[in-house]
């Protein structure tokens, strides 16, 4: 029995961890992976972070910068939270599926494959990472080449003298594009049309763009952080993208007025959804597949509070810095809830 159980042990699980140790909570961390490092441990390699390390930073420890002074690099990430989560000695129990979270009178049980937590207050950091979205076009089953996820990318190597189609307009099809189309023929499509930042600007202002959303300033300055290798692709003349397609061929895609592309791979920079599954038994989501929330607390069950999922329950919350800053405020109204000194 304990006062909080933390589902998940990557940025947004660490950034809870450190807020409760100041609140002097009882608490545990249970991560399903086996090591430190939440989801960048499983990113493919180049991949570079949004913001520079100094706005990529969890509370109470700056992220190292690194030797090229530029952005962080994936690994770099991994490193920063295994020290953080040595360094403030947080309570991490690995590695622990987490199964079912069901209601127990004025407990909630935390169902693991080591074991049944029972906590006063849940808070679900899971992330999104393990459930990448692929959307549904017509042809799917029919294409012949291969098909593969942002999550299931590790690197260019495996497409040099190819022709590859790269789905999504967002900064992970920007990225990946960037590197792919420097060895292979590639084409770009997206459901709208892509929009880069100014290069003096980086993610710093996306987060600051999210603020202002969500109190009702939806100002528009792009989303795609023109990092060094994006700002070479375009100098290049290759972010160019294409409307999006119907469908996919044996061979390739096809666009509504008949125009083709043969191809021989598609690679879906298409985003993620909420990893809640583990929530299931409560029956809390709404039409929209989502839990309905205020701030971090779910309306259906206040017991439970979510962290890292995105704009939905923080701003920019599935980002470090925003992590770490609605986790603050998260832990506030935790300690309301338990009356913790």
Not at 26 to 40: H, K, N, R, T
Request: hydrophobic content about 40%; some cysteine.
């Amino acid at each position: 029995m304990t006062d909080v159980v933390v589902i998940g042990g990557g940025q947004a699980g660490l950034a809870a961890g450190y807020y409760l140790r100041r609140a002097k909570a009882d608490f545990v961390i249970l991560d399903a992976q086996e090591q430190p490092g939440g989801a960048w441990r499983h990113v493919w390699p180049s991949l570079r972070l949004f913001s520079p390390a100094q706005y990529s930073s969890l509370p109470g420890r700056m992220m190292p910068i690194p030797p090229d002074g530029g952005y962080p690099s994936a690994a770099g990430a991994v490193s920063y939270l295994t020290d953080y989560e040595r360094r403030y000695d947080l309570p991490v129990q690995r590695p622990v599926t987490v199964r079912a979270v069901r209601r127990a009178g004025e407990r909630l049980l935390v169902e693991t494959g080591r074991g049944t937590w029972q906590a006063r207050v849940v808070i679900s950091a899971t992330g999104t990472w393990w459930r990448p979205f692929l959307p549904h076009y017509p042809g799917t089953r029919d294409f012949r080449g291969e098909q593969l996820h942002t999550a299931g990318y590790r690197g260019p190597e495996p497409f040099a003298g190819k022709r590859v189609v790269i789905v999504g307009g967002a900064n992970s099809g920007a990225q990946i594009l960037a590197e792919v189309s420097a060895i292979a023929e590639t084409t770009w499509v997206t459901v709208r049309p892509p929009r880069l930042l100014p290069d003096e600007l980086d993610g710093r202002a996306l987060f600051e763009h999210a603020t202002r959303r969500l109190h009702g300033d939806g100002a528009d300055l792009g989303d795609i952080v023109a990092v060094p290798p994006v700002r070479e692709a375009r100098d290049r003349g290759v972010l160019k993208a294409e409307p999006m397609f119907a469908r996919l061929t044996e061979t390739g895609v096809a666009w509504a007025d008949g125009t083709t592309w043969d191809c021989d791979a598609i690679i879906w920079c298409t985003g993620f959804r909420p990893a809640l599954g583990h929530l299931a038994p409560l029956k809390l989501r709404g039409p929209d597949g989502l839990i309905p929330v205020h701030g971090t607390q779910a309306i259906g069950e206040p017991r439970l509070h979510l962290l890292g999922y995105g704009d939905w329950t923080g701003p920019a919350s599935a980002t470090l810095i925003g992590a770490g800053r609605t986790a603050r405020d998260m832990v506030t109204a935790i300690a309301g809830q338990l009356q913790l000194n």
